[in-house]
T-cell receptor, first 114, second 112 residues
Framework: DAGVIQSPRHEVTEMGQEVTLRCKPI?????LFWYRQTMMRGLELLIY????????DSGMPEDRFSAKMPNASFSTLKIQPSEPRDSAVYFC????????????FGNGTRLTVT | GENVEQHPSTLSVQEGDSAVIKCTYS??????FPWYKQELGKRPQLIID?????GEKKDQRIAVTLNKTAKHFSLHITETQPEDSAVYFC???????????FGTGTQLKVEL
């Protein structure tokens, strides 16, 4: 299996622009998570899906952030409009059903907003 | 609550020495406690995990101990090597067990 696949690996954009991050989870995984990593706040859970349905979006910082999962093999995280403080590494992760099943991370997208 | 505290934030050891990282948590419903290793510029990767029905688990040079009564668990690395240098994160399952909440990370540096 290729693992969790994220694109792009790096994104540099100007503030005010729309940013879309993409994720393909491991085939057969029921849960998909979006995390943001910064030096100041560590690994923060933004939102997670179960069987393509958003379950908990309490970590989404503002209305500028939105996430979708139109099917079992694809999810997007969108920031519109982007701001410099959104600069971070965004990780997508997935796992199978079962509270104790391991979480598998993608390689992340490093976002820089200037 | 869902907080998990991790200590120390940085740890420097000599090659061959042991390293211990500790996490404490408050959610008594948590029953899954994984540890992740993140090398510079890379993704977090699971290195070991423990479930609440056991007190200790070992895999070669790494081990995890769990004290569910006191709500803390620890990562032990013996005979450290330079390639152990990385950031280590503990985590607990929360939100009914469906999501992982991570500690703040420990930067481990193994010096020659």
């Amino acid at each position: 299996d290729a693992g969790v696949i994220q694109s792009p690996r790096h994104e540099v954009t100007e503030m005010g622009q729309e940013v879309t991050l993409r994720c393909k989870p491991i085939s057969g995984h029921d849960y998909l998570f979006w995390y943001r990593q910064t030096m100041m706040r560590g690994l923060e859970l933004l939102i997670y899906f179960n069987n393509n349905v958003p379950i908990d979006d309490s970590g989404m910082p503002e209305d500028r952030f939105s996430a979708k999962m139109p099917n079992a093999s694809f999810s997007t995280l969108k920031i519109q409009p982007s701001e410099p403080r959104d600069s971070a590494v965004y990780f997508c992760a997935s796992r199978v059903i079962g509270a104790n099943s391991p979480l598998h991370f993608g390689n992340g997208t490093r976002l820089t907003v200037t | 609550g869902e907080n998990v505290e991790q200590h120390p934030s940085t740890l420097s050891v000599q090659e061959g020495d042991s390293a211990v990282i500790k996490c404490t948590y408050s959610d008594s419903a948590s029953n899954y406690f994984p540890w992740y290793k993140q090398e510079l510029g890379k993704r977090p990767q699971l290195i070991i995990d423990i479930r609440s029905n056991v007190g200790e688990k070992k895999d070669q040079r790494i081990a995890v101990t769990l004290n569910k009564t006191a709500k803390h668990f620890s990562l032990h690395i013996t005979e450290t090597q330079p390639e152990d240098s990385a950031v280590y994160f503990c985590a607990i399952n929360t939100g009914g067990g469906n999501k992982l909440t991570f500690g703040t990370g420990t930067q481990l540096k193994v010096e020659l």
